[in-house]
């Protein structure tokens, strides 16, 4: 008798194809370019002149307060320099807030303003209406599958900032 799968275990049974692999990477990739064209549409509209990674720093700014360029850097790939000038932007913009770090003055954790959660919500408004109308299609089962797959494709990066841990 083969023993029951665990919550969270990997299937041995499951055996994907390369064509099946290759069809899944074109998904997400064609999914991520519906994604950013939600949120260009938004930021045109925005007398900011930020774009797409200024509105991801934001959205993760709001969900994980505190975060600084090292982490900012690790969430997003983006360079160490290029995470910075993205804060430093946001705070010129007057959407983020920036103090020296308790035990390290050197570190400057950031935090949004009342400007910067207007921002981002503007944007994350249009996406998470993009997200219901996907998961709709997926029915329950498919809301808690994209989840599982999504959460192992970000791997580590969830533990990533302030008070974040690996879930379990």
């Known amino acids: 008798m083969i023993a029951p799968l665990q919550p969270g275990s990997d299937d041995p049974r499951l055996i994907l194809r390369e064509e099946e692999l290759d069809g899944g990477l074109e998904l997400i990739l064609l999914a991520e370019a519906s994604l950013w064209a939600a949120v260009d549409a938004v930021l045109e509209t925005e ?20 975060i600084g360029v090292q982490d900012l850097s690790k969430l997003t790939s983006l360079s ?21 770090g308790d035990l390290d003055g050197r570190r400057r954790p ?16 249009r996406l998470r209406a993009l997200l219901a109308r996907a998961y709709r299609t997926g029915g329950l089962d498919g ?26």
């Open 80 to 100: 160490k320099q290029a995470a910075s000038r993205t804060l430093s932007d946001l705070e010129k913009a007057g959407l983020v807030e920036r103090v020296s």
């Open 143 to 168: 809301v808690a599958g994209t989840r599982r797959i999504l959460a192992a494709l970000a791997g580590s990066r969830q533990g990533v900032g302030p008070g974040r841990r690996m879930p379990t």
């Open 47 to 66: 007398a900011l002149g930020l774009g797409r990674s200024h509105w991801r720093a934001a959205f993760l700014l709001r969900r994980r307060p505190g």
């Open 110 to 125: 950031a935090t949004l303003t009342a400007e910067g959660v207007a921002f981002e919500q503007r944007t994350a408004e």
